[in-house]
Each structure stands twice: as C-alpha cells, then as structure tokens.
C-alpha cells in the first residue's frame, strides 16, 4: 500500500530555513501530484502548496508564497517543501498527501482537502 511520509520538521528560529520531505513507499509518485497542508495550534488546516505530476505547475498560498517552494524528484519518490524566512506564524504540523489527477484541481488550485486522508506529519516550530 501506497504511504506517503513527512520528515524534515524541527525548531528554527526566526528567518531561519528549513527543508520538508515527503517520500512515498509501497509505490511511487508518477501521476499523482503532491500537496502540503499544516495545522497550526487551535487552528485548522491550511493547505499552503501543491505540485501536479503532469508538468509540475507549482501553487502557492498567499502565506507562503515568496518564501516557501516545492519540488519534487521522481526518481526518488520524493516531494520537497524548502521553507525560507520562517517566522512565528508558520509553526504548526505540515502534512503531505498524494493527489490523483481527479482531485488536481480541488486541491491545488482550491486547497480542498484531499480524500487521501492524513499521514504523521512532521512538526515544525519557529522561535527564539
């Protein structure tokens, strides 16, 4: 079965970078595209970043857009989240999941939530 992992997260402080990965076992990326969500403390979750699989168009949430940037590497079976001047506010549980090419749109352009369901996400703190 087809289980995508998140890896990466830890405390950072302010300004400071980190890099997510969400690397995929049991199978493999081709034809899904790939989405980061977060979960901040008391909030819900945001869906901040997507990339399809088709040509790797890239979307962004307005939060994030400027200092975070995805990629990805198939033949590694692996999804980047490069986070850069992190600050406060981007502390929360960030979560990767896999999209068919069904839900392409609902989730990458409309940050829906996907069907998938969740993984253990990986923690990211930002502080002094």
């Known amino acids: 079965q087809r289980q995508l992992v998140e890896s990466g997260g830890g405390l950072v402080q302010p300004g400071g970078s980190l890099r997510l990965s969400c690397a995929v076992s049991g199978g493999t990326l081709d034809y899904y595209g790939v989405s980061w969500f977060r979960q901040a403390p008391g909030k819900e979750r945001e869906g901040i970043s997507c990339?399809?699989?088709?040509?790797?168009?890239?979307y962004y949430a307005e939060s994030v857009k400027g200092r975070f940037t995805i990629s990805r590497d198939n033949a590694k079976n692996t999804v980047y989240l490069q986070m850069n001047s992190l600050k406060p506010e981007d502390t929360a549980v960030y979560y990767c999941?896999?999209?068919?090419?069904?839900?392409?749109?609902?989730?990458?352009?409309?940050?829906?939530?996907?069907?998938?369901?969740w993984g253990q996400g990986t923690q990211v703190t930002v502080s002094s």
């Open positions: 990339i399809t699989s088709a040509d790797g168009s890239k």
């Open positions: 999941a896999g999209i068919p090419p069904t839900e392409l749109l609902n989730v990458c352009v409309f940050f829906s939530p996907p069907k998938s369901g």
